[in-house]
């Protein structure tokens, strides 16, 4: 349905939404943040709504849509919601239908910077319309000590995240496109000819 909206041209987008995801750590928000600067007229990130509460600076409308779980709850009845999870009880995060129509009324791309599970299920709904990246590290350990470099994560931390890490990795050949981010110079650029090529339909 996206190939008909009034503001794409079916000869220059070849997808109407980027859906990119990652196990934590490699390097998914940097190459998302990559594409949202060097490509400010084309893209746009899709903000979540959740039910936690802001943290530090962050802003409603900006990091997330902050709404209580009681709303969280009445717009999934009213199936407002493209997607949803529940974290754990009373945690909800998820991705209003509202939202993808407000950027591709500005004419952008929507780029989801999602985890494993929600892309899933978003390219499930829209197919063809939608191209998911999977970014992955180059091994297990390779992550661990990527993780370990950052000096904010507890072992505790590093451990489950690895154990999840493992999990979402068996899901890589489910995505349209894998790249293994050994190398961010490397990886960016590889993402760069991607976007020209399966995005933009062009080639400098």
Do not use: W
Not at 2 to 27: D, V
Not at 58 to 78: A, L, P
Not at 97 to 104: G, K, L, V
Not at 118 to 140: T, W
């Amino acid at each position: 349905m996206f190939y008909n909206h009034p503001h794409y041209s079916t000869n220059y987008y070849t997808a109407m939404i980027l859906i990119f995801c990652a196990p934590s750590g490699s390097g998914k928000s940097t190459m998302v943040r990559h594409l949202l600067t060097h490509y400010p007229d084309t893209f746009e990130l899709s903000i979540s709504c959740t039910t936690r509460p802001p943290r530090g600076e962050e802003k409603d409308g900006r990091e997330y849509y902050f709404i209580s779980r009681e709303e969280f709850e009445q717009k999934i009845r009213q199936g407002l919601f493209v997607e949803h999870e529940q974290v754990y009880e009373g945690l909800y995060y998820g991705t209003l239908r509202s939202e993808i129509d407000r950027i591709q009324a500005a004419g952008h791309i929507v780029i989801f910077d999602i985890d494993v599970k929600g892309g899933m299920n978003i390219k499930r709904i829209y197919g063809d319309a939608a191209l998911a990246v999977f970014i992955c590290p180059p091994s297990i350990e390779a992550l661990r000590k990527r993780l370990e470099n950052r000096g904010d994560t507890s072992a505790e931390m590093i451990e489950k995240r690895l154990a999840k890490a493992s999990i979402e990795m068996q899901d890589a050949p489910l995505f349209d496109v894998k790249i293994i981010n050994d190398d961010l110079a490397r990886a960016t650029t590889e993402l760069d000819e991607l976007i020209k090529t399966k995005v933009l339909n062009t080639k400098e």
